[in-house]
Nanobody, 127 residues
Framework: QLQLVESGGGLVQPGGSLTLSCTASGLTLDYYAIGWFRQAPGKEREGILC????????YCADSVKGRFTISRDNAKNTVYLQMNSLKSEDTAVYYC????????????????????WGQGTQVTVSS
């Protein structure tokens, strides 16, 4: 069974940091692009936050660039989202998603471009 499991969410104060993990089972992340998305309470799921392509290239949206960083450890079959300088508006459920056999050098920015989704992990930024 192809599965992604997010972890690392929790409660953090404004200005704090968290690192989310997305661990895959039943699939080898070497051949997948991985994206991170989020959905705030009462809102639609946003477009891409950050993505990591299978060739190691990365992309982050302007809204989080400089605060969020994506990385992957293929040996651990895990992709990470390092989040710094967190704000209250970062409060959301964070999801990772995978796309098989991405075109080299292509950044996939939309929900519908991903085939496999995790269940999400809650991040709450509050004092």
């Amino acid at each position: 069974q192809l599965q992604l499991v997010e972890s690392g969410g929790g409660l953090v104060q404004p200005g704090g940091s968290l690192t989310l993990s997305c661990t895959a089972s039943g699939l080898t992340l070497d051949y997948y692009a991985i994206g991170w998305f989020r959905q705030a309470p009462g809102k639609e799921r946003e477009g891409i936050l950050c993505m990591s392509s299978d060739d190691g290239s990365t992309y982050c949206a302007d809204s989080v660039k400089g605060r969020f960083t994506i990385s992957r450890d293929n040996a651990k079959n895990t992709v990470y989202l390092q989040m710094n300088s967190l704000k209250s508006e970062d409060t959301a459920v964070y999801y990772c998603a995978a796309r098989n056999r991405p075109d080299s050098g292509t950044f996939y920015l939309h929900n519908y471009e991903y085939e496999i989704w995790g269940q999400g992990t809650q991040v709450t930024v509050s004092s």
